[in-house]
């Protein structure tokens, strides 16, 4: 004898702030062309009822709030270089007047 009972699965995700250093912040988005990108720490789970039970991605990634643009980054090194490479961006006037 059966019981059916309707399967409920689905993907849950959780992004979390990566720290709150003030140089991480406002980063430039390369899509929409605003400072919105901050770094998270995302995690996406297979869930089951609702309940995540398998990891499917656990990583670390830029994301845009405006936006929603999104890059994978592997270590505190590729976040560096991306702050550095911005900070380019951010004094360059050239730069900083085609924007508004
Ligand atoms: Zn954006």
Excluded at 55 to 67: N, R, T
Excluded at 70 to 76: E, G, L
């Amino acid at each position: 004898m059966f019981l059916f009972i309707p399967l409920i699965c689905g993907m849950r995700n959780f992004d979390r702030n990566y720290d709150s250093n003030p140089e991480h912040q406002g980063l430039y988005c390369p899509k929409c062309h605003n400072f919105g990108v901050t770094p998270i720490k995302r995690r996406e789970f297979f869930a089951f009822y609702f309940v995540p039970i398998v990891p499917v991605y656990w990583g670390k990634q830029l994301k845009c709030s405006i936006c929603n643009w999104r890059q994978d980054f592997k270590t505190d090194e590729d976040l560096q270089r991306v702050v550095e490479e911005q900070k380019n961006y951010r004094n360059n006037p050239v730069y900083t007047t085609a924007q508004y």
